[in-house]
């Protein structure tokens, strides 16, 4: 099946530094890649969609300046924490759907961000 | 706006016991209903789904029945395994296409 990798899979930070966050289509190509925040014992919040070669389309509430995300190309989008606050320490997950036109979304492992 | 509500984990049971994992949503219209489990350091995977009212999804010996009357998904197994240990999100899809996720809630079946 479609294999979506994440890297790193956690890490620390000090408050005020960035951190970004790679989302990988590994055997297929996705031209629409989704992130998530997941808080202990809370559902998935979906922070932001992206599409190739265009600007991400942020949800509500979310910052786009502090969360920025780019997709580059069709196997790979980032997301970059910016200025990370211990307030930012969260389960991030990334999805992405193929271009083939089904609609499932295959998620990669995670990254657990700690910020000290 | 729309929203899924799971049964609080985690649920510990012994192997080959019947397992349910309650399931509501709130929705505007009738929604997709789908089913992701997620194994320990391994990203979400879809374990079945139903499109409409009265649908059955299945997988892996695992069901839930699509009930528009009392807006539920139970996901149901009749005879669970270790190797079922997992932590399961009950979600939606609504109708701009965006999953909306419950908790999830962790499954620890004991031998």
């Known amino acids: 099946g479609a294999v979506v990798s994440q890297h790193p899979s956690r890490v620390i930070c000090k408050s005020g530094t960035s951190v970004k966050i790679e989302c990988r289509s590994l055997?297929?190509?996705?031209?629409?890649m989704f992130w998530y925040r997941q808080f202990p014992k809370k559902s998935l919040m979906l922070m932001a969609t992206s599409n190739e070669g265009s600007k991400a389309t942020y949800e509500q509430g979310v910052e786009k300046d502090k969360f920025l995300i780019n997709h580059a190309s069709l196997t790979l989008s980032t997301l970059t924490v910016t200025s990370a606050h211990p307030e930012d320490s969260s389960f991030y997950i990334c999805s992405a759907k193929t271009a083939s036109g089904t609609d499932t979304q295959y998620f990669g492992p995670g990254t657990r961000l700690t910020v000290l | 706006g729309d929203s899924v509500t799971q049964m609080e984990g985690p649920v510990t049971l012994s192997e080959e016991a019947f397992l349910t994992i309650n399931c509501t949503y709130t929705a505007t219209g009738y929604p997709s209903l789908f089913w992701y489990v997620q194994y320990p350091g391994e990203g979400l995977q879809l374990l079945l789904k139903?499109?409409?009212?009265?649908d059955k999804g299945s997988n892996k010996g695992f069901e839930a029945t699509y009930r528009k009357e009392t807006t539920s998904f139970h996901l149901e197994k009749g005879s669970v395994q270790v190797s079922d240990s997992a932590v399961y999100f009950c979600?939606?899809?609504?109708?701009?296409?965006?999953?909306?996720f419950g908790q999830g809630t962790e499954l620890s079946v004991k031998p």
């Open positions: 055997d297929f190509q996705a031209t629409t």
């Open positions: 979600a939606l899809k609504d109708q701009g296409g965006k999953l909306i």
């Open positions: 139903a499109t409409k009212a009265d």
